[in-house]
């Protein structure tokens, strides 16, 4: 017989800023990691593309139901190619009946959350960007080719359709 109490609402709140902590924190190490990546990524792509462009059409990979439920794309400027951080929602667990729980991902709130750690939109990142507190510009939300949705900071309410994108409403 488990005899543990069920955590009130003050312990599940401590947990939840201890574990979100964390992963802005572990964001706030692999940006430039992951901007190293994307340039190596972006320059294979450009060769695809160029090779496509020669030899037939080029096929866009659409995200997994589970990637679309979990990630949101955060972009720096109003453009599909600035530098972005892709923020991503982990499943956790019950502690108490080891049930499930899935995170939905809420790209509003993980976009602004971003931009107020400065994870995104400053030059350098905060030394702590969990005690940061940077201005969230107005954010414009868009589905990417992908299925993944996609926050960028304008007030444009037609962006999305000049890129060629499909507005996002939450």
């Known amino acids: 017989m488990n005899t543990e109490q069920i955590p009130n609402d003050q312990e599940i709140d401590r947990r939840l800023r201890s574990i979100r902590s964390?992963?802005?924190?572990?964001?706030?190490?692999?940006?430039?990691?992951?901007?190293?990546?994307?340039?190596?990524?972006a320059g294979a792509a450009a060769l695809l593309?160029?090779?496509?462009?020669t030899g037939g059409a080029v096929a866009v990979k659409?995200?997994?139901q589970d990637e679309?439920?979990?990630?949101?794309?955060?972009?720096?400027?109003?453009?599909?190619?600035a530098p972005h951080v892709d923020v991503t929602v982990a499943d956790g667990y019950n502690v108490n009946s080891g049930a499930k729980l899935v995170g939905d991902a809420d790209p509003v709130a993980?976009?602004?959350q971003s931009w107020k750690a400065g994870t995104i939109g400053q030059a350098t990142i905060p030394a702590d960007?969990?005690?940061?507190?940077?201005?969230?510009?107005?954010?414009?939300?868009?589905?990417?080719?992908?299925?993944?949705?996609?926050?960028?900071?304008?007030?444009?309410?037609?962006?999305?359709?000049n890129v060629g994108l499909t507005t996002w409403l939450p």
């Open 22 to 41: 964390a992963v802005l924190t572990e964001v706030g190490r692999t940006t430039k990691r992951t901007r190293n990546l994307r340039i190596g990524i």
């Open 49 to 53: 593309v160029g090779l496509g462009a």
């Open 62 to 64: 659409m995200a997994t």
């Open 68 to 81: 679309i439920q979990h990630n949101v794309a955060c972009y720096s400027a109003p453009s599909l190619t």
């Open 110 to 112: 993980l976009c602004e």
């Open 129 to 161: 960007p969990n005690t940061a507190n940077f201005p969230v510009p107005a954010l414009q939300f868009c589905t990417l080719r992908t299925g993944i949705i996609a926050g960028f900071p304008t007030d444009d309410g037609s962006f999305c359709d």
